[in-house]
C-alpha cells in the first residue's frame, strides 16, 4: 500500500506536535536494561522523561525492538515492523522496488508458501486489509498485524510468519510475474491529477533532494523492468536485522512477548555487507521557482513552499519549547485565514503548514483555493502572513490557542489507560520515522505547562519567522487551463503577492455561553426503564423527548451525544431534489445571532462541538464530549434546534467551493463512481440522486433556511448518551436542555417505505463515462436482497457470504488474474427501507478487464448459492468477523450508533443483542441457503464507468452497454 502525499485538494501540511507522537499504557515488569543490549536507543541525547511503561532493548543481531503491556482492545496485540528502507533506498532503475518488495513478502516464503501467511492469519481471526497490511513510504516500509487472540500460540504462530517474511522471502520469478500486474493496477488506480500533482509538486519544492525524484510507486518502465534476481538482491541488501524495528503493543506479558521475539527473530542474519546509506541531497534552488499545473476542472488553488535542510537533533526539552511556539504561531494565523475567508474574500480557503520528514526537508507551505482568481486569492493570503511576520500576535491571541492545547493534553492524560494497541504501535513507528521519541501523556502535559509562561508574543513572532526561512518561496499553480502568460506571469504574480501591504486585523467579539438564548424551564422526568443484561436505561420526559444511555469506561473521559429527531431521508420527497449537499453546513451555521467564528470563540478550551448529519430515518445533531462538559454541550444542541442560525455567508462560500470542484467528480473512475453509485443503487429517488451543477448554482441562503428550518423543529428528540459519565449525571444534563424544549409537533408522515427497491434486473451494465486516465475503469454487479428489521440473521448470513465472496475475488481477480489491486464486496441493507437490501461488489480495473470480473463475480455468486464452504474456508471468513464484532463491542462508537430506535422499537433491542451469537451461530449451509433464497432468486444488475473514448466499447460479456451517461 502506497500513502500518496499529495493531493490536489488536500495537502498533508501540519505542524508537528510539541512531541509528535504520545504513548500511554500501564507499566511492564522492570528487565535490567542490559540484558535487552541498547535499551536508550529511541532517547538517546534527549532531556525528555523517558516512558517507562515501554520496554526497549536491541538484539545482538541489531534488531531493536519496543513492547509495552495494553489492555485494549482486551486479548489482542498489535505488531509493527519497521524496515529503515523506503523509495529513497532505491537506485534509479530501482524506482518502485521498495514497494514491490512489500507486495512479495505476502507472496509467500520458505516456511509459509504462496498464500498461507494470509490463511494463517485469517485463522487467527485477523482479516486481511484491516488487521494485516502494510505501507512503503519514501523512508521505510512497515508492517503491521493487529492480532485479535493473542494467546501465546497464536502470537508466536504470528511471529514466525512475519520473521520468515523479513527473512526468507521467496522470491521467484513466477511469484514476480504474477504480483507485477497488482502492483501496476495499484499504480493506475491513483487519479490522474493526484498524479500530475505529485510530479510537479516534488521536482519544484525538494530541488536538489533525492525525494524530488522518488514516488514510492514507481514507474512503469523500472516494474516492468524488475526481476526476481534484481528484487532479491534489493530484498538482501535493504532488509537486515540492524534496519528493523519491531514494536509490540497489546494485551498480553511483556516478558513473554520479548521471549517470542527474541526467539523468532535472533538468528536472523543480513546477507553480505550492510550498505551505507544514499545521499539524500540537500534543498537547493530550483532552475523555475514557478510551474503551473494544468489539468481541466482543477479548482484554482496556488501552493507556496519554503523548504529548509532536516534538523537531525534529539528532541529535547527546548526544541519542544520551540515547536510549541510554532504550532501556536501557525494556528494563530491559520485563524486569521480563515475569518478572512468567511467574509468577502477572493479566496475559499487558505492556511499554512509545516512538516519536518527525516532524510527529506522541512518544509512549510502556504495553501490557498480561490473562488475565481487565484493572484488576487493569494495576495489576500500573503497580506495577512505579512501582517503576521511584521507585527507579534496579540496576548488574547496566544491565550485562546493555549487554551486549546491544554484541553488537548488534559484529555490525553484523562484517555491514557483506554488508549488501543493500535494507536500506540503506529504512533511509535511515527515517532521511529520522523526522529522523534515517545513520551507519557503526563510527560507531555507537564512539558506543556512548563513551556507556557514562555509563549510571549515576540518569542511566538520569532517562531513564525524560522517557519518561513530556508529556500523560497517557490509557487505552484493548479488552474483548469494552462494560466495566461505562463512562467513570466507566475514569477510577477508571486512578486506581487510578497510585496502585498499587511492586513488590517479585525476587532473580534467576545462570546461565551451567557450569549445563548434561554431556554424553557426545566422539564421533568416522567419514566425510566432499564434493559438490564445490556446496561442501558431509557428516560422518557414531559415533552415527550427520550434519553437512551449506557454508561461505560472503555475511553475514560469520553462521553458520545447524539440528538435524533424527525425522519431523515424517509420524511423527505423522492420526487425533488433536496440540499442535502448543504447539510454540513447546518450544525456550522451557529445559532441565534452567533455565527461559526462566535461558536469558535464560545467553545476555546472546551470539549464541545457540534454536527449534523441526516439518516435515511432521522435527522441528528451530535458530537463528543466529556462529563464536566455534557450540560453545555446539551444546550448547545438543543438551543441549535430552538433558536438555529443561518449564516448566509457560509453558504455562498460552501456554495462556491461545491462549484469550483464539481468537475473533479469526472476526473476518475472511481470520483465518477461516488458520484453515482447511491443514485444507482436507488432509482427514482431524487433524495440520494448527483446533483447537477445548474441545481447548486441556483440555490440561494434564503432556500437553504426554507429547507432545514422546518426540519429542525419537528418530532420529538431522542437523546444517546454512551460513555464516562453516569446516568443521574446525564439526566440532570437533560432537564434544563432538551427536556426544556417545548413539545414538539410530529413530522408529516412519510412517504411509502416499501416503493424504495434497488434497480431491476438487467443483464446489461448501465454506464458512465469519466474523463481521466483510459486506463481507468470501474465495474459493479449486485442483486436485489431485502431490508427491514425482521429476518436479520439471514441479513447476517447474507453479510458473512459477502466477506467470503470478496476473499474469492480477491483471490482470482488479484491474486491470479492481476486484474485490479483491491476488489470488494459487501452486503448493505436499509433498516427503514424494507424492500431495500443489496448484494454488491465493485473493482476499479482496466476497460479491457470489465468482463472478467462480470464472469468471475457471476461465478463465485452461483457457487455460493450451490455448494456449502468448506469448513476451513468457512471458518477464514467467520473468525475475522467474530473477532471485529468483540472489538466493536467494547467501543462508543459501536454502542452510540446500535442504541438508535431502542425508546420506540423492541426489535432493535434484539438486533443488538443477538449480535454475536448470530455470527458465532452460522453455518456454511446457513450461508448457502441465505445466497440461494435472496440472492440467486432473480437476475443481477450492474453498472461500469469507462474513459470517454471507451465508452462505446462492449462492457458487458458480447453486449454493448447502455444507459450510457
Known amino acids: 500500500m502506497i500513502p500518496i502525499r499529495a493531493l490536489i485538494l488536500a495537502l498533508a501540511t501540519c505542524l508537528a506536535a510539541p512531541i509528535p507522537a504520545f504513548a500511554q499504557g500501564g507499566a511492564s515488569a522492570p528487565v535490567q536494561a542490559q540484558a535487552r543490549g541498547d535499551a536508550d536507543w529511541l532517547y538517546r541525547g534527549s532531556d525528555i522523561a523517558r516512558d517507562p511503561s515501554w520496554r526497549f532493548g536491541t ?80 523512508t521505510d516500509t512497515v508492517y503491521q498485524l493487529d492480532l485479535p487472540h493473542a494467546d501465546r500460540a497464536s502470537l508466536d504462530t504470528s511471529l514466525q510468519v512475519l520473521a520468515d517474511m523479513m527473512e526468507r522471502a521467496r522470491i521467484d520469478p513466477e511469484a514476480v510475474a504474477a504480483e507485477r500486474p497488482v502492483v501496476l493496477a495499484e499504480k493506475r488506480r491513483r487519479p490522474e491529477i493526484a498524479v500530475r500533482f505529485q510530479e510537479m509538486l516534488q521536482p519544484l519544492m525538494y530541488s536538489g533532494l533525492r525525494y524530488a525524484a522518488r514516488d514510492p510507486i514507481g514507474t512503469d518502465e523500472t516494474l516492468n523492468a524488475a526481476t526476481a534476481e534484481g528484487l532479491r538482491a534489493f530484498y538482501h541488501r535493504w532488509y537486515r536485522p540492524e534496519r528493523a524495528t519491531v514494536v509490540m503493543v497489546g494485551d498480553a506479558d511483556p516478558a513473554m512477548m520479548e521471549e517470542l521475539l527474541r526467539a523468532r527473530f535472533g538468528d536472523w542474519q543480513g546477507v553480505g555487507p550492510a550498505p551505507s546509506d544514499p545521499d539524500f541531497g540537500r534543498p537547493t534552488d530550483p532552475s523555475r521557482t514557478v510551474a503551473n499545473m494544468a489539468y481541466p476542472g482543477t479548482p484554482a488553488t496556488a501552493i507556496v513552499g519554503w523548504v529548509r535542510p532536516h534538523d537531525d537533533q534529539p528532541l529535547t526539552q527546548a526544541r519542544e519549547r520551540d515547536f510549541t511556539a510554532e504550532t501556536l504561531a501557525a494556528a494563530i494565523v491559520n485563524r486569521r485565514l480563515e475569518a478572512h475567508a468567511r467574509g468577502t474574500s477572493a ?53 485562546r490557542e493555549i487554551a486549546n492545547l491544554r484541553t488537548a493534553v488534559d484529555a490525553a492524560v484523562q484517555t491514557e489507560p483506554t488508549a488501543m494497541s493500535q494507536t500506540f504501535a503506529d504512533r511509535m513507528v511515527g515517532a521511529i520515522d520522523n526522529g522523534s521519541l515517545v513520551a507519557s501523556a503526563a510527560t507531555v502535559r507537564d512539558n506543556f505547562i512548563r513551556n507556557v509562561p514562555a509563549m510571549t508574543p515576540a518569542v511566538v513572532q520569532a517562531a513564525l519567522h524560522r517557519l518561513f526561512e530556508g529556500s523560497g518561496p517557490r509557487l505552484l499553480v493548479a488552474t483548469a487551463a494552462p494560466v495566461a502568460g505562463g512562467e513570466t506571469a507566475l514569477a510577477q504574480a508571486l512578486a506581487a503577492a510578497r510585496a502585498a501591504a499587511p492586513a488590517q486585523r479585525t476587532a473580534v467579539r467576545a462570546v461565551s455561553f451567557d450569549d445563548l438564548p434561554r431556554l424553557g424551564p426545566p422539564g421533568r422526568e416522567v419514566s425510566r426503564r432499564e ?12 415533552n415527550g423527548s427520550t434519553l437512551t444511555f449506557k454508561h461505560t469506561e472503555f475511553d475514560h473521559g469520553v462521553v458520545e451525544v447524539r440528538l435524533r429527531f424527525g425522519r431523515g431521508i424517509s420524511g423527505l420527497s423522492p420526487d425533488r431534489p433536496g440540499l442535502a449537499w448543504a447539510q454540513t453546513l447546518v450544525a456550522a451555521s451557529g445559532v441565534a445571532d452567533i455565527d461559526l467564528e462566535g461558536l469558535q470563540r464560545m467553545l476555546t478550551g472546551r470539549r464541545i462541538g457540534m454536527g449534523f448529519t441526516i439518516d435515511d430515518d432521522a435527522f441528528v445533531l451530535g458530537s463528543q464530549t466529556s462529563a464536566p462538559d455534557l450540560p453545555d454541550e446539551l444546550r448547545l444542541l438543543a438551543t441549535k434546534l430552538a433558536d438555529p442560525g443561518w449564516d ?10 461545491t462549484l469550483s470542484s464539481y468537475d ?31 441545481v447548486i448554482a441556483a440555490a440561494t441562503p434564503d432556500q437553504f433556511r426554507a429547507f432545514y428550518a422546518p426540519l429542525l423543529a419537528e418530532g420529538p428528540v431522542h437523546a444517546i448518551i454512551v460513555g464516562d459519565v453516569s446516568l443521574d449525571d446525564a439526566v440532570a444534563a437533560m ?31 448501465v454506464t458512465f463515462t469519466h474523463r481521466g486516465d ?5 465495474a459493479a454487479i449486485g442483486w436485489t436482497t431485502f431490508g427491514g428489521l425482521d429476518n436479520v440473521r439471514d441479513q447476517r448470513a447474507l453479510a458473512l457470504a459477502a466477506n467470503i465472496f470478496q476473499a474469492r475475488l480477491f483471490e482470482q481477480l488479484r491474486e491470479r488474474e492481476g486484474a485490479t489491486y483491491s476488489p470488494n464486496a459487501t452486503h448493505n441493507a436499509s433498516e427503514t427501507f424494507p424492500n431495500w437490501g443489496v448484494f454488491f461488489a465493485a473493482a476499479e480495473v482496466k476497460p479491457d478487464n470489465v468482463a472478467t470480473f462480470f464472469r468471475i463475480a457471476r461465478a463465485i455468486v452461483a457457487d455460493l448459492a450451490a455448494h456449502p464452504v468448506e469448513a476451513d474456508e468457512f471458518a477464514r471468513a467467520q473468525n475475522p468477523v467474530i473477532s471485529g464484532i468483540e472489538r466493536r463491542l467494547a467501543t462508543n462508537a459501536y ?26 451461530g452460522l453455518t456454511a449451509e446457513d450461508v448457502r441457503r441465505a445466497v440461494a433464497t435472496w440472492v440467486t432468486d432473480q437476475g443481477d444488475w450492474s453498472m461500469v464507468v469507462l474513459p470517454d473514448r471507451r465508452a462505446t466499447t462492449s462492457a458487458g460479456e458480447g453486449s454493448a452497454p447502455s444507459g450510457q451517461q
Not at 493572484?375 to 507585527?391: K, V
Not at 413530522?747 to 434497488?758: E, G, L, Q, S, T
Not at 454502542?895 to 458465532?920: F, H, K, T
Request: glycine share 6%; proline share 8%.
Open 59 to 138: 538484539l545482538p543481531n541489531g534488531l531493536r525492538y519496543a513492547i509495552r503491556r495494553n489492555a485494549r482492545p482486551v486479548g489482542q496485540v498489535s505488531i509493527r515492523i519497521r524496515i529503515d528502507a523506503g523509495s529513497l533506498e532505491e537506485a534509479d532503475n530501482e524506482r518502485g522496488w521498495a514497494h514491490f518488495m512489500e507486495h512479495m513478502a505476502f507472496r509467500g516464503t520458505e516456511h509459509f508458501p504462496g498464500d498461507q501467511a494470509r490463511l494463517t492469519w485469517e485463522r487467527l481471526g485477523a482479516s486481511f486489509g484491516s488487521d494485516t497490511n502494510a505501507q512503503t513510504d519514501a
Open 347 to 399: 479566496y475559499i480557503s487558505a492556511s499554512i503548514g509545516a512538516s519536518r520528514e527525516r532524510d527529506v526537508a522541512d518544509t512549510t507551505m502556504l495553501q490557498v483555493r480561490a473562488r475565481e482568481d487565484w493572484q488576487s486569492a493569494l495576495n489576500e493570503a500573503y497580506a495577512i502572513l505579512s501582517d503576521a511576520l511584521q507585527t507579534p500576535p496579540g496576548a488574547d491571541e496566544i491565550e
Open 531 to 542: 434493559i438490564a443484561d445490556m446496561g442501558v436505561t431509557i428516560v422518557t420526559f414531559a
Open 648 to 657: 448566509p455567508r457560509l453558504f455562498t462560500r460552501s456554495q462556491n467551493e
Open 664 to 694: 473533479l467528480q469526472y476526473a476518475s473512475a472511481s470520483a465518477r463512481a461516488g458520484r453515482e453509485l447511491r443514485g444507482f443503487l436507488r432509482p427514482n429517488d431524487k433524495r440520494v440522486a448527483p446533483v447537477e451543477r445548474d
Open 735 to 765: 432537564l434544563p436542555t432538551v427536556a426544556a424544549l417545548p413539545t414538539r409537533p410530529e413530522p408529516a408522515v412519510a412517504p411509502d417505505p416499501a416503493a424504495i427497491r434497488p434497480p431491476a434486473p438487467n443483464p446489461t451494465p
Open 774 to 778: 483510459p486506463d481507468q475503469a470501474f
Open 895 to 920: 454502542w452510540v450508533a446500535a442504541l438508535e430506535g431502542w425508546d420506540s422499537d423492541p426489535r432493535q433491542i434484539a438486533r443488538v443483542r443477538d449480535y454475536l451469537s448470530d455470527y458465532r
